[in-house]
């Protein structure tokens, strides 16, 4: 059974009325809700709990990690953001959601500035499929219509991805890689645009079901971790003249 | 005329006797040699001028950073990483020879460990040309032979790139992914793994035109910085119902 | 200096006053043009010419070559794909654009079946660059609109690119990846989907300039073509007991 | 349970003694064996039945064909071969072991010669484990040794893989991608060196670990196949002028 902890900055929520009446329980509760139903094992942690609930046990028993961040990416505090980082590339899979583009986990996965163009106007959002054959779009169409989103546009600050499974089109121009995979070190990562605060995006049944592919792909791979360093040779060596 | 900067962290050469003899005016400058006999405008930077020579004024007048160190990769300072680290974002190219694949710049671009097997036992390697029609390969044979090389192995703990274009046999049985590039931000890198300190590397022609190969394909590509940010919308947004 | 050869069908200018309006010399002469004015050494070539235009004389000289064609793909003899994809696997470039997606040498070097979506509604397409570093997005802006165009759209079933330089907007609500790379063999290969002959799109000058980067990209790299077949040992063999 | 056809050319075994002492049933047959004990449904076909064992019927209920071929591929049918690339393109996985990549089916998919250096020395490979997140790679350690393989080298003239999970290390000096994935249309394709007829290789656990895995990373991803062709819009067009 896979365990997932559903980590949330957990700040719109109380701080606003109008988001609060979409995520009365917050963004976490209502993710964790249909992983649950999908069969999962999920905790959540939130940015204002000890160690943004993300001590070294939780991380221990984590076998995938979503993130959801957007107004106080800057409160998350660097020794965390290394223990995460360390565990990602130990194995554990990793989920970004939307805003979590800048969170300083992912941008320090990334090794880039993660930008892009943003703008929200409540305009429509047309979320295609690019990679027909790939597990994170099982059960999906051709596209998913979000009727109302944030527009996130490219140029989008990211390494090219390992996989680009979804390209979104925006009402208003603008077109974004809403999909992508990665693989760092031993962990792998899925970065999935969607999830505006002041839309009911998690309530998707599309979207939801997205989120569980992701997870599924971005469970560990039950494998000893590499060793590294000083390794002694495993065949005869000569030794030959100091030459080129 | 492409503008290089050679970086050499400049420390075995002045420690070690032995080093010296293979590059008396550091490895800074052998490097420097060649480039400047393939056309390219040079200077050089080490570790213990002020800034490391990697001054502001020195970086925004550089195309192309060439980035050697080894065992002083924790006393370059975080300041000059992120000025360099921003300046390959915005453009300039970066190639990584040997040893830097643990220097903090590149750890930072990458976002992992970029940890390897290593063993210095004087071994054989034969680098393969794996990506025949790519630049960087250009006038090489199938392969490069190094009678001595230090051994790095697989597992590299770098992402996946997004062209390899060598793998290296080594002698005591490892292979290794020995010329890799990655595209960050508006910039170009090249890691290009031979040249232990205690070897002649650089003096081989074929090491040579790799390199100068590598300078040429980093070079930045002239167009204008991507605009990131709150972006107006170019087409008109009707404004849909809060609905899914 | 660059030898490119235009292939074009050159069927449509012919058969339809409209299309002869806008192109009265054919798309290749108006490609050709804007080749020549960059300093290129141009040629071109014709469906219904002797050997499609495409005799062995021809192709050896060619170092790149460009493949417009649409409503004529099943007159093209096999003879003289499999002769294009010989020399492209050898090492010449070879530019493909708008409904050459379906011609035989590009179906043939993709294994694929190419398909797309498409619509004729004179809708606006605005081109997005997704890779800033590439040379092929050299002095293009954020994005080229196109007021009208044929729509494209995904899902595009050719292979992964290596590389993906654009992506089109259409005002229809359709996304499409149009400028792809890919290398196979030792020849490098550009995919450009805009073109459609009733608009007078190869007018325009940032598309121009994309078609002349592509062209410069897909130029061969000089060096000997990969050794195959069977080979001697480079190292001894020992030679093991017949166990696992 | 997926179900696997299993189809070998099945000539060295019926012609050569000492390849007959090794697979007494065939090569088809011992894959089969361990796909069996893996919980897989499996059937097998041969060169030499009617339409090589391969009818419509069969290949429509198979979810991942394996192809195992040598001395024998210009006796396939081009029929033959057209039909099992549709099912490809459609969702059947596809796993070619050894000597396949010479047969038509995957040059087919792969658009390139698939040409490769080659030796039947007796010698010593390591494949070694390139992608530690992999779940082909689950199971294994960081390397596999095969006491006697043939020798593949590079340069192997296939396309840039999706993901390159394995390289192997030759005794004799070179170096291979032995292990490579593909998507080729809603399919996906699984490249694995191992094999030569003359070595017991099919009895080694970590080999048969891995086709294991590699069947079941290629099992079909239940969704509908894409619609191509002619698309309404989506979106109001409001239709430009024709000017660009």
């Not at 939130?46 to 961040?69: A, C, F, K, N, Y």
């Not at 760092?184 to 999935?192: D, E, L």
Request: one cysteine or more.
């Amino acid at each position: 059974m896979t365990r997932v902890t559903v980590w949330n900055e957990y700040r719109h929520e109380l701080q606003e009325e109008r988001i609060r009446e979409i995520y009365p329980a917050g963004i976490h509760n209502q993710i964790a809700s249909f992983l649950i139903a999908a069969g999962m094992e999920v905790g959540t942690a939130t940015l204002d709990e000890p160690e943004h609930g993300l001590t070294q046990e939780v991380l221990d028993r984590t076998d995938v990690l979503i993130w959801w961040g957007h107004m106080a990416h800057g409160e998350v505090s660097d020794e965390i953001v290394n223990r995460v980082h360390d565990r990602v590339l130990k194995g554990m899979g990793l989920v970004v959601l939307h805003s979590g583009h800048m969170s300083k986990i992912f941008m320090k996965l990334m090794g880039t500035s993660c930008d892009l163009k943003w703008r929200d106007a409540g305009e429509k959002e047309r979320i295609w499929v690019m990679n027909p054959s790939h597990p994170i779009a099982e059960g999906i169409g051709e596209y998913i219509d979000l009727e109302r989103e944030e527009m996130y546009g490219t140029h989008f600050d990211v390494p090219a991805p390992d996989e680009q499974i979804f390209v979104g089109w925006f009402e208003g121009g603008n077109v974004f890689p809403s999909g992508l995979t990665y693989r760092r070190g031993s962990g792998k990562i899925f970065y999935f645009q969607p999830g505006h605060e002041a839309y009911p995006i998690y309530y998707h049944p599309d979207i939801q079901r997205v989120i569980v592919n992701g997870v599924r792909w971005c469970e560990p791979t039950p494998r000893a971790y590499p060793v590294y360093g000083h390794s002694e040779a495993l065949e005869p060596i000569k030794g030959g003249a100091v030459l080129l």
